[in-house]
């Protein structure tokens, strides 16, 4: 079992509409990212967390500690959210090595 | 302030070459992380360094290394290529590496071994 399980895997969504996609993982972190990968494979880092919900434009990413859970929304979703979505953590101590969910593939259609 | 530069952005070998790959991290950041991208085991950790010292390392075989200059700058090198070794090759620099931080990644390496 992969300690950083996302879900879905895969999501297709109407322009407009709300989304959402979660993460569990089954290990102590520090941190938990969330990052957005488009076609061609940058990746940019979308938010850090360790605790409750940080909100960027039309993103939200919220943390439950004690649960193992973490989720990403998208408020009225736009065909340039199209990417995958990773959710990555920390285990802590002197280290930035992340641990990666296998991510979710968002098609945005207009 | 520049990005995380990575060179060269594409790369074709031969099974049995070695290859090097370079990272330039954002100015002022001490730390960079190497990983692996591959269709069938997604992202994963290769190494990370600090100050010139390997801090921590993925589970990879031997053939797999690197290093950080002075300057911050790494090199990865992965020595007897192999064909699974096909992947995209990430570099992400932060500035330190002692607390939990945000992460800045490169465009990538995009290595094809045929």
């Known amino acids: 079992k992969n300690e950083v399980e996302q879900s879905p895997q895969n999501l297709t969504a109407q322009e407009g509409e709300f989304i959402t996609i979660n993460c569990s993982y089954s290990?102590?972190?520090?941190?938990l990212h969330w990052l957005q990968q488009h076609p061609g494979g940058g990746i940019v880092s979308l938010f850090m967390?360790?605790?409750g919900k940080k909100k960027h434009g039309r993103l939200i990413a919220t943390i439950n500690i004690q649960e193992k859970h973490s989720s990403l929304h998208i408020t009225a979703s736009h065909p340039r959210d199209s990417a995958v979505y990773i959710c990555a953590v920390n285990r802590g101590g002197a280290t930035n090595k992340l641990i990666f969910g296998t991510g979710t593939l968002l098609a945005v259609q207009p | 302030k520049a990005g995380v530069t990575q060179t060269p952005r594409y790369l074709i070998k031969t099974r049995g070459q070695q290859v090097t790959l370079s990272c330039s991290p954002i100015s002022g950041h001490r730390s960079v992380s190497w990983y692996q991208q591959t269709p069938g085991q997604g992202l994963q950790f290769l190494f990370e360094?600090?100050?010139?010292?390997?801090?921590n390392k993925g589970n990879f075989p031997g053939r797999f290394s690197g290093r950080q200059f002075s300057n911050s700058r790494s090199e990865m090198n992965v020595s007897t290529l192999e064909l699974g070794d096909s992947a995209l090759y990430l570099c992400?620099?932060?500035?330190?590496?002692?607390?939990?931080?945000?992460?800045?990644f490169g465009p990538g390496t995009r290595l094809t071994v045929t």
């Open positions: 992400a620099s932060s500035l330190e590496a002692f607390r939990r931080e945000e992460q800045y």
């Open positions: 360094y600090f100050s010139e010292t390997q801090r």
């Open positions: 967390l360790s605790s």
């Open positions: 290990v102590g972190i520090s941190a």
